[in-house]
T-cell receptor, first 114, second 116 residues
């Protein structure tokens, strides 16, 4: 089963609308990352959250971490066509011994219609 | 621009062949991780190198191997290519290894591999 579940899988919104993407982990989180990816390209780092209750914002994007629920949400206010892309959450998970791995959800495809 | 570069950008191979992908990390970063991203999926962790040694590995067979050089650049080698190896291969560099705290990974643009 997927260690990180993202919802929704895809989202189509009208320009100017707000939206939220959710990410839920089945394991203890040691750090939660949000990345954006244009189709077929590398990942662009958006934000990293480490502490329960932590909230970070960059321009019109806000991310929150609920450590107890092992969940994070990404909220975009007044969406623009430039926000379109694939949003991926990634989590640092203990993989045994002294090893950790960064595991990703499947991503949320966001389309913003002008 | 993250400062992480990968080469080549695209590659076509046939089943059974071997391939080497290259990655130059961001200046000052001593940790490199490799990921495989199949179409419509999130990146899957292959392995991580810290100061020239492998210090973490995902669920990939031994025919996936890597190297990290003294300048912290890295190679991913895949032997006996299979059709399912067709994917976008991403490398990411970070200042410290995973689990250390604050280890944000910065990704390169990826190499798209097609196996026929």
């Amino acid at each position: 089963s997927q260690e990180l579940e993202q919802s929704p899988q895809s989202l189509i919104v009208q320009e100017g609308k707000n939206l939220t993407i959710n990410c839920t982990s089945s394991k203890t989180l040691y750090g939660l990352y949000w990345y954006k990816q244009k189709y077929g390209e590398g990942l662009i780092f958006l934000m990293m959250l480490q502490k329960g209750g932590e909230e970070k914002s960059h321009e019109k994007i806000t991310a929150k971490l609920d450590e107890k629920k092992q969940q994070s949400s990404l909220h975009i206010t007044a969406s623009q066509p430039s926000h379109a892309g694939i949003y991926l959450c990634g989590a640092v998970i203990h993989s045994g011994g002294s090893n950790y791995k960064l595991t990703f959800g499947k991503g949320t495809l966001l389309t913003v219609n002008p | 621009e993250t400062g992480v570069t990968q080469s080549p950008t695209h590659l076509i191979k046939t089943r059974g062949q071997q391939v080497t992908l290259r990655c130059s990390s961001q200046s000052g970063h001593n940790t490199v991780s490799w990921y495989q991203q199949a179409l419509g999926q999130g990146p899957q962790f292959i392995f991580q190198y810290y100061r020239e040694e492998e210090n973490g590995r995902g669920n990939f067979p031994p025919r996936f191997s890597g190297l990290q050089f003294p300048n912290y650049s890295s190679e991913l080698n895949v032997n006996a290519l299979e059709l399912d190896d067709s994917a976008l291969y991403l490398c990411a560099s970070s200042l410290v290894g995973l689990g250390s705290g604050g280890e944000t990974q910065y990704f390169g643009p990826g190499t798209r591999l097609l196996v026929l």
